[in-house]
Nanobody, 124 residues
Framework: QVQLVESGGGLVQAGGSLRLSCAAS????????MGWFRQAPGKEREFVVY????????YYANSVKGRFTISRDNAKNTVYLQMNSLKPEDTAVYYC?????????????????WGQGTQVTVSS
């Protein structure tokens, strides 16, 4: 079992940056593919980005491509999301998630473990 804890959210002006972290418990972090999702008020949770177990395969949603960067440090059991050029429409609760499936996964149902989320608010 994996426990995930996100941090790094906050309030930022449009055009600013934030770096989210997701710390995982357990010794098997490197065996999980990881993803970030977000959920805005009144909307469904949506896929943001995926990273493979080794970090060599990454896939971004079109809405964040070129602005967000995901990375992982398997030695520290942590995955990061660097968010630049933030827009008001990026405002949401951001969740990290872990999946046992060894392929690209972009839907919530394919992820096995979830963090509690961290709020990101971008003011205009």
């Amino acid at each position: 079992q994996v426990q995930l804890v996100e941090s790094g959210g906050g309030l930022v002006q449009a055009g600013g940056s934030l770096r989210l972290s997701c710390a995982a418990s357990g010794r098997t972090f490197s065996t999980y593919t990881m993803g970030w999702f977000r959920q805005a008020p009144g909307k469904e949770r949506e896929f943001v980005v995926y990273i493979s177990r080794s970090g060599t395969t990454i896939y971004y949603a079109n809405s964040v491509k070129g602005r967000f960067t995901i990375s992982r440090d398997n030695a520290k059991n942590t995955v990061y999301l660097q968010m630049n050029s933030l827009k008001p429409e990026d405002t949401a609760v951001y969740y990290c998630a872990a999946a046992s499936i060894r392929r690209l996964v972009t839907t919530t149902t394919e992820y096995d473990y979830w963090g509690q989320g961290t709020q990101v608010t971008v003011s205009s």
